[in-house]
T-cell receptor
Framework: GENVEQHPSTLSVQEGDSAVIKCTYSDSASNYFPWYKQELGKRPQLIID?????GEKKDQRIAVTLNKTAKHFSLHITETQPEDSAVYFCAASRANTGFQKLVFGTGTRLLVSP | NAGVTQTPKFRILKIGQSMTLQCTQDMNHNYMYWYRQDPGMGLKLIYYSVGAGITDKGEVPNGYNVSRSTTEDFPLRLELAAPSQTSVYFC????????????FGNGTRLTVT
């Protein structure tokens, strides 16, 4: 089955710096890669996702890149702000029929210091 | 529109007790899921359902049971609770479309002592 590894487990940056979180996956048939943000004590929420037919996707200060050959994808946050502090989870699945049997990474705790 | 509602928010069980975690959604989603979240371990899929009357096992189904009698409700049953089931449980739902995000509930924090 699919296995997703995520690094680093903890990331501390200064406000305004960029942050990069990396994930690798094992199943070459995986074609859907979402990122979820979980603030302390709250529910995970989708922040961005990418499909395997796209190499990069941006949404304001966040972007995700995908390298299918190397089977890894990354989350990039630019101009970080204290409210970006949270745990970020990557995930992977085959989503051909719409059903997402997501396999999650172990999470990255991002701390943005003012 | 409440989204996905989970009850209770917190529960302490003694070893061997049983309980049902309730989950209901008002978005008319066909797909529903139960995840558990352990510290440093991400989210693991326990059971899922693609529609009323249809359920299937996820990655970590042992010790749990589910039912889906209606589109709205997807309860998770713990029989003979064990300390290994101490975790935060999240219910989620989604549309059938390929780009449909998971909508999570607020979670249930369960402690088994």
């Amino acid at each position: 089955g699919e296995n997703v590894e995520q690094h680093p487990s903890t990331l501390s940056v200064q406000e305004g710096d960029s942050a990069v979180i990396k994930c690798t996956y094992s199943d070459s048939a995986s074609n859907y890669f979402p990122w979820y943000k979980q603030e302390l004590g709250k529910r995970p929420q989708l922040i961005i996702d990418i499909r395997s037919n796209v190499g990069e996707k941006k949404d304001q200060r966040i972007a995700v890149t995908l390298n299918k050959t190397a089977k890894h994808f990354s989350l990039h946050i630019t101009e970080t702000q204290p409210e970006d502090s949270a745990v970020y989870f990557c995930a992977a699945s085959r989503a051909n029929t719409g059903f997402q049997k997501l396999v999650f990474g172990t999470g990255t705790r991002l701390l943005v210091s003012p | 529109n409440a989204g996905v509602t989970q009850t209770p928010k917190f529960r302490i069980l003694k070893i061997g007790q049983s309980m049902t975690l309730q989950c209901t959604q008002d978005m008319n989603h066909n797909y529903m899921y139960w995840y558990r979240q352990d510290p440093g371990m991400g989210l693991k899929l326990i059971y899922y359902s693609v529609g009323a009357g249809i359920t299937d096992k996820g990655e970590v189904p042992n010790g749990y049971n589910v039912s889906r009698s209606t589109t709205e409700d997807f309860p998770l049953r713990l029989e003979l609770a064990a300390p290994s089931q101490t975790s935060v449980y999240f219910c989620a739902s989604s549309y059938e479309g390929q780009d449909s995000p998971l909508h999570f509930g607020n979670g249930t924090r369960l402690t088994v002592t």
